[in-house]
């Protein structure tokens, strides 16, 4: 499945939140499992057809906060019908934000094919725990990040 998540704070022209929506609970490839961590949760009910979706419940706890509005959208770039059940909860403040707020980020990037630093021969992730790459060559970044 190619469904997107998009979220757009106040007056932002692009997305501030654009990821599949997947991987942005945590979920990579729409493989849904059963998983806590303290800003995301995901549960599957064990007699339902393992994909992201239908029986997934997936929650994400991470403030995000806007001065005037926000926007979600989900996308379906795919072919295949795509239907999504959500909640959203939020909270309204009383007392406006300040001015140097920060607004919550995260957009999906992948480098499709990679090179990698591991030796052509290494067949199995077995090798990977035994072949170490201390020069930081060929690395690849995972995650950039500032604040």
């Given at each position: 499945m190619e469904v997107l998540i998009k979220m757009y704070w106040d007056d932002s022209p692009t997305p501030n939140v654009l990821a599949p929506i997947g991987d942005f609970f945590c979920l990579?490839?729409?493989?849904?499992?059963?998983?806590?961590?303290?800003?995301?949760?995901?549960?599957?009910?064990?007699?339902?057809?393992?994909?992201?979706?239908?029986?997934?419940?997936?929650?994400?706890?991470?403030?995000?906060?806007?001065?005037?509005?926000?926007?979600?959208e989900i996308e379906n770039q795919n072919d295949e019908a795509y239907i999504q059940y959500f909640y959203i909860d939020y909270e309204l403040c009383s007392e406006p934000l300040i001015d140097d707020t920060m607004y919550f980020h995260a957009h999906?990037?992948?480098?499709?094919?990679?090179?990698?630093?591991?030796?052509?021969?290494?067949?199995?992730?077995?090798?990977?725990?035994?072949?170490?790459?201390?020069?930081?060559?060929?690395?690849?970044?995972?995650?950039?990040?500032?604040?």
């Amino acid at each position: 499945m190619e469904v997107l998540i998009k979220m757009y704070w106040d007056d932002s022209p692009t997305p501030n939140v654009l990821a599949p929506i997947g991987d942005f609970f945590c979920l990579g490839h729409f493989i849904a499992a059963n998983f806590q961590s303290l800003p995301f949760t995901a549960s599957v009910k064990p007699s339902e057809e393992r994909k992201f979706g239908g029986a997934t419940a997936s929650r994400c706890y991470l403030p995000m906060p806007f001065k005037k509005h926000a926007r979600i959208e989900i996308e379906n770039q795919n072919d295949e019908a795509y239907i999504q059940y959500f909640y959203i909860d939020y909270e309204l403040c009383s007392e406006p934000l300040i001015d140097d707020t920060m607004y919550f980020h995260a957009h999906w990037r992948r480098e499709n094919s990679t090179n990698g630093w591991a030796p052509p021969n290494m067949q199995t992730n077995s090798l990977v725990t035994q072949v170490k790459n201390l020069d930081r060559k060929n690395n690849y970044v995972i995650l950039e990040t500032e604040g």
